[in-house]
């Protein structure tokens, strides 16, 4: 949880780079669905939502994670204006 918080606090920042280096941090401890989640939050960030929902649907945890990623890839899907599916 601390990397993910420190990860979203520097993307709020506006440093992609040292979210990404949490995202890594996160993989290499074998938490990949907190990764996913934070690389997907970096990618709709950098203005690229089809690559950040391909990061939330790798996603396969359950609960307050999963529920982010699925809030975010509703606005992803909006950003490419795909209302149907966003809804």
Known sequence: ???LARGQQALRAGDFTTATAFA???ERAG???RAALLRGEVL???GEPARAIAQFNRIT???AIRTRAAALSGRCLLALGE???AE
């Open 24 to 26: 890594d941090a996160l």
């Open 61 to 63: 945890a359950d609960g």
């Open 31 to 33: 938490d990949t669905d």
């Open 44 to 46: 709709f960030a950098a």
């Open 83 to 85: 209302l149907a599916e």
């Open 1 to 3: 949880d601390y990397r």
